[in-house]
């Protein structure tokens, strides 16, 4: 539909720009700053950049309440969602800066790569959100998973009645071109893709076939590409539906491990101050 | 020498025996004359039918008792009241009753009686109305019902929508494979708790229902009937036609009773104190219009008291009262002063009016009062008693004066108000609600015919033409023809030659033309309240119809003819001049903007999931949507745990989903039988269930969407160890079910949950001119 405005472009970009601005300033300030022992989170920049990412994060973990916040009235989740991706993929760049870019192997760096984890998941959410959301067949008309896997499971049972009572050739055909197809989320996001029939090892099976049993041979093949479409089907659908939930294991524990951290971070600071 | 009484009461029905018994309380020599049984019309009820008390409102008077109850329980009651009473009561035909110098002479079964007063309280179930169609008169064509036990396994047709109708195909349905023919789309003059029975036996399966259906032809063995799909030919081994009873009229005309309109449907005219015209002579009870059996027993008791000199009021007058508080004055006169004002109702029976008075709300407007704005959803109807009231149509302004009505588009089209009306002075105006003008309708002709012809005048003067002369348009309305269409019927094609322009008036059509390929594409929907075909008969050559047109809904037209519109745009130039510019932009739009087969479909689809008749509809572009199912609990957690959408059940179109959800329609069906009226539009045009749903379940069978559900109340405060799943949460609620919708979220400030929830914008809110605008810029995926 024409009024194709989602979260990442929403009121034209409007949160994008906002925190493009946000950056833009906050480099420009680190530039012309040149503090005494260097640029790192110790200077008067680097604390205030550092205060500004940590207002940041809460702001993007409120999110978690806010999308729950059924009542809340004055925004919307769009709105809302918009501005936590963008804001998420500023914090990639802000915090580096309140660091001065200095990492090293400690509490401080941890935080920082696992706020990175957070943030890519993100992005890899934010991504698959926008590409997949147009492929799920079941929201146009098509089947669910549900009911894929109902038919697949009666088009078996067609194609091993098909050949009851027939020649051991045909049973032999329907053994080599027959497959189990096991629905799991591993085989539809790493395994192997479901490949339509080889046509030409097909028909070369079907040759050995006598005349009488070629009819049922050819029933047998249409029966088992029907079988393969679907299977094909359920294996995308299953994989889009993976993909469109998995990000968020990673997203919303390691968002808590990264905030763990931070803490980890803030009084390590000042501890040691 | 004939017997003398002071008076003579004929008819021991409910009306007659209140009279009786409070004559012989009186001390009044009195006799009363009955050729049946006491009670005769229960008397010929279903053995142990339930005869029901309505209006349960209404204080019963004198000694006669009668509550809800079974046939030989109120029987047994009233012959107890006869004897204890002592009535004297005699079995006879009254052949004759005329009038004399002190009174009148009476033949009663070969007995000669003469008296002062006579009461007439006869009924009028002497004479049931007849089908009217060939074979009514077949042998298995019956008026009543006594014993429904003697029919088993057979096929038989109840025509009919009234109680006894409905009370006779639920007694038949255990047994026998029944149907019901009804003229109408609703039970609108059946008591509510039959309505709903009814209802509920067609839902289940038990009776058939053909709505907006006659019977065309009786055959032995079968019947043709004519329904909105077309004629149908039923087995049918049984008929009985519940059709109403026609008035004694030759009766009693002879005996000096005038009438006021040669209508078969109209009633004598009573005074307040039930006399008609010939002096000393009363009518009570369904002879004046009043078929319930509270009112008949009243009647009767206040009509003695009425002779005896004595000042009663009618038993509904506390109700009357309080209705007519907001007038300064004397009720009474008030009430008449309101009747003598409105001659839409003139054809009303006394008990007729007083119930509608009961039924409605009056009104004191001050000028420039807003009585309601365009647009509003609601259907009251208006009468203006007194003052004048403006209609905003354009920049001219159209007066109503005071004894017209208006209101009555939103009550037979069921759309919205199609114009601004404001008190231009003061005036005084009695809204009735729209069941109370429906039955109306159905029961007085007089009405109907009143407010068809309005409806014409006032349908052609705001779609059509705000300039036109009332008086020339109500010329043209006498001219023009109503015609009804059936789902899919096509009122014309592409290619015929125009001759007529339809208004329409209820329903609405698609517009659909052929493309370059040939396909018929469907480019545009056209609801209630416009015009087509007019632009193939703007000039006096023959030209052929750009479009065919085809109606998506039941719908209702009126017909005019080519050589009145062109008359009547050659008296209207201003109008004239719109529409031919609004033809020639069509014409422009026909060769440049080809609809794809793309949009065409979508139409299609949109038409056939009735969201061309939404008002507002939620729809979730697939595109979008990521299926987190965030909506259906944003709908769930603002109210009480129970969502009203079910997005995975909604109908898909390319990237258009149309979730199970409320689509407010413009023509909501699912107010059609809501016994409390509880079903309402808000003013904004939201459809909202109040909370005097009693749960009877009859919106949940009427709306064809299925977006209705019976739900418990499962509101009860935050319960730790449910949250936890340590206990299961209770889903009775303790409360009885009642029916749950999507409300549009009017309690919150900030609109729809549902779509204020969904994190990609997936979820919209729209009407169908959005929606046609929203796809029409769809480029990528148009054909």
Known sequence: MSSEESFYNYKRYRYLTLNALLVLVLLIIYIVDSPLGGRNGGTVVGYTYGIIAALGILYLMWYGVRRRAYYSAHTTLKGVLSAHA??????????????????????????????????????????????????????????????????????????????????????????????EYRPSIGNSLFGRSIKPLDKKHVSELLQHLSENEYQDGLKLVSLIDKKLELAA????????????????????????AMFAALLAHIFSVFYYW | MAEHFDIVIIG??????????????????????????????????????????????????????????????ILERWNKAVKEGNVNVRKGEVTKIQKAEAGFTIEASGASLTAKQVVLAIGVQGSPRKLGVPGDDLPHVAYTLADPDAFQGMDILVVGAGDAAIENALALCEKNKVSILNRSGEFPRAKEANASKILDAIKSGKVTCYYNSAVAKVEPEKVVITTPEGDVELKCNHIIARLGCILPRKFLESAGISFPSPDPNAVPVVDKRYECNVKGMYILGALIGYPLIKHAINQGFEVIEHILGREVEPADQVLVEEKLRVLPGEVNANLEMIR???????????????????????????????????????????????????????????????????????????????????????????????????????????????LDEVFMVRAMQTAIFPDADPAFLMELAKRCKMKNFKKGEVLFKQGDIGDVVYVIRKGSVKISRRNKAGADVAQTYIPAGNLVGEMAVLQQADQARSATVTAVVPTETILIEKQDFLGLLEQNPETK??????????????????TSEYTGRLLDFMMAEGVTDADNFLLIDSDLCIGCD?????????????????????????????????????????????????????????????????????????????????????????????????????????????AAKCDMCSHLNSGPACVRSCPTGAAIRANPRDMLRIVGGKQGVRA
């Open chain 2, 577 to 594: 001049k719109r529409i031919s510019l609004l033809a020639s932009q069509r014409t422009v739009e026909n060769i440049t903007d080809e």
């Open chain 2, 340 to 450: 003598s004002k409105l001659p839409l109702f003139a054809d009303l029976s006394d008990p007729q009016f007083r119930e509608l008075i009961i039924d409605s709300t009056v009104h004191i407007k001050k000028p420039g009062d807003i009585i309601f704005e365009r647009n509003d959803y609601t259907d009251s109807f208006w009468s203006i008693v007194s003052g004048t009231v403006a209609i905003d149509a354009g920049e001219k302004q159209i007066k109503i004066n005071a004894g017209n009505f208006f209101g009555e588009m939103g009550l037979l089209s069921g759309r919205r108000r199609t114009a601004t009306i404001r008190a231009a002075e003061e005036c005084i105006l009695l809204e009735s609600p729209r069941k109370q003008i429906l039955k109306l309708i159905n029961s007085v002709v007089s009405v109907k015919k009143a």
């Open chain 2, 630 to 738: 965030n909506c259906e609990k944003a709908c769930a957690a603002t109210h009480s745990g129970y969502s009203r959408l079910d997005r995975k059940g909604g109908k898909t179109f390319a990237s258009v989903q149309i979730p199970v959800s409320c689509r407010h329609c413009e023509n909501p069906l699912c107010m059609l039988d809501c016994p409390p009226d509880a079903l309402t539009r808000m003013p904004n045009g939201e459809v909202i269930i109040r909370d005097s749903c009693i749960g009877c379940g009859n919106c949940t069978r009427n709306c064809p969407y299925g977006v209705i559900q019976l739900v418990h109340d499962d509101e009860h405060g935050f319960n730790l160890l449910e949250w936890l799943g340590l206990k299961k949460k209770s889903s009775d609620g303790g409360g009885a079910a009642k």
């Open chain 1, 86 to 179: 963008w804001l998420g993929i500023a914090l990639a760049i802000i915090v580096p800066l309140h660091s001065g870019f200095s990492f090293g192997f400690n509490v401080h760096t941890l935080a920082y790569v696992l706020m990175m984890v957070v943030i890519i998941s993100g992005v890899i959410g934010a991504i698959f959100y926008v590409d997949l959301a147009p492929r799920i067949r079941s929201h146009r008309g098509g089947g669910t998973i549900k009911k894929h896997l109902e038919q697949l499971r009666i088009l078996s049972q067609d194609i091993e009645s098909s050949v009851k009572g027939k020649s051991d050739r045909l049973v032999d055909v329907m053994h080599k071109l027959n497959f």
């Open chain 1, 233 to 256: 089907e359920a294996q995308e659908e299953i994989s889009i539906m993976t993909k469109l939930r998995i990000w968020l294991f990673v997203h919303v524990p390691f968002t808590f």
């Open chain 2, 12 to 73: 021991a029905g409910p009306a007659g025996l209140g009279a009786a018994h409070n004559a012989a309380k009186n001390g009044v020599s009195h006799i009363l004359i009955e050729k049946g049984e006491i009670g005769n019309t229960i008397y010929d009820y279903q053995l142990r039918k339930h005869v029901m008390a309505e209006p349960t409102k209404l204080p019963l008077r004198g000694g006669v008792e009668f509550d809800a109850g079974s046939r030989e329980e």
